[in-house]
């Protein structure tokens, strides 16, 4: 082979940013439960639909399109939420699908203290990208952390007090997600996310 036959082909990269998508589903979802947590309305049908299609499988896809992006922590933080939210979905139904036993406290506040000690470790994966994405996943964690606690010592308080955080917290992926979207289209900072200087 010479040297002329032996040229680097390099593809431009020409997908979309996919965080927008996989933000806006953990951020709608992640709101409309803690609704539920802050005792506006019971655990229902809504949250049950939002929790497998929204929360659940649009997650795993923009997992899957951050993969093929090359981007290891989107591709870890939207495909794991997006089983989150499968995985709780299967907790509040499979006892009565296929008759097993319903979770205890015991079993929910260590399932969520799970989920917290992981996002607590995603949360320094942040550290280097913006403040508004600092935000989501340091509020993310502080909400596991008190929904965990909530179970483990029976207290609805704080069960609520939960609930306004994970509002809070699902609120500021939804402005993320926007930010993205409109920064882009628009070319310039329209809603600031607050870079980190590097």
Known sequence: M?????????????????????????????????????????????????GIFVGGLLQVIAGIMEWKKGNTFGKVAFTAYGFFWLSLVAVWTLPKLLGVNTPTDVSIGSYLLLWGIFTLGMFFGTLKNNRVLQF????????????????????????IFAGIVGIICGLSAIYLSLAEILNEVHGKSVLPIFPVKK
């Open 2 to 50: 010479n040297e002329k036959s032996q040229q680097l082909i390099v593809q431009k990269d020409t997908t979309s940013n996919p965080a927008p998508l996989g933000l806006l589903g953990f951020g709608m979802t992640t709101v409309l439960l803690n609704l539920h947590n802050a005792g506006l309305f019971p655990l229902d049908s809504v949250i049950i639909a939002m």
């Open 136 to 159: 989501v996943f340091g509020s993310l964690t502080l909400l596991f952390f008190l929904l965990s606690i909530s179970d483990f010592s029976h207290s609805e308080g704080l069960k």
